[in-house]
């Protein structure tokens, strides 16, 4: 089950207006791997028919099944502060507890 909190609809949905995409869904996927765990995109989307689509937070999601199964219970959040400065973070109960190198990828 992927959820976003409040703040992070928000965003979203600021974004979708300042962005134009009406029309479009948020798209939710897994990318890479390798040393530094995994990677998550955001965006925004047309459905394709294998999408698996869900609501949560006032916001229609997709999702590929693959990303889904990997993905497991999720919890999208949007924070600001001064070391990192803005952006969304993604916490996942699948996430690698360890990193080991030698993964062969180039941010090792």
């Given at each position: 089950?992927?959820?976003?909190?409040?703040?992070?609809?928000?965003?979203?949905?600021?974004?979708?207006?300042?962005?134009?995409?009406?029309?479009?869904?948020?798209?939710?996927?897994?990318?890479?791997?390798?040393?530094?765990?995994?990677?998550?995109?955001?965006?925004?989307?047309?459905?394709?028919?294998t999408?698996?689509?869900?609501?949560?937070?006032?916001?229609?999601?997709?999702?590929?099944?693959?990303?889904?199964?990997?993905?497991?219970?999720?919890?999208v959040?949007?924070?600001?502060?001064?070391?990192?400065?803005?952006?969304?973070?993604?916490?996942?109960?699948?996430?690698?507890?360890?990193?080991?190198?030698?993964c062969?990828?180039?941010?090792?």
């Open positions: 089950m992927v959820n976003f909190t409040e703040n992070a609809a928000k965003h979203i949905e600021n974004a979708r207006k300042s962005m134009k995409t009406e029309g479009k869904l948020v798209r939710l996927a897994v990318a890479g791997g390798g040393c530094t765990g995994r990677q998550y995109q955001l965006g925004f989307d047309a459905e394709n028919e999408d698996i689509k869900f609501i949560t937070s006032g916001l229609t999601v997709l999702v590929d099944e693959r990303s889904l199964e990997i993905m497991g219970d999720m919890e959040d949007f924070v600001e502060d001064s070391e990192t400065g803005r952006q969304f973070t993604f916490k996942s109960s699948e996430a690698p507890v360890d990193a080991v190198c030698g062969g990828k180039d941010n090792c």
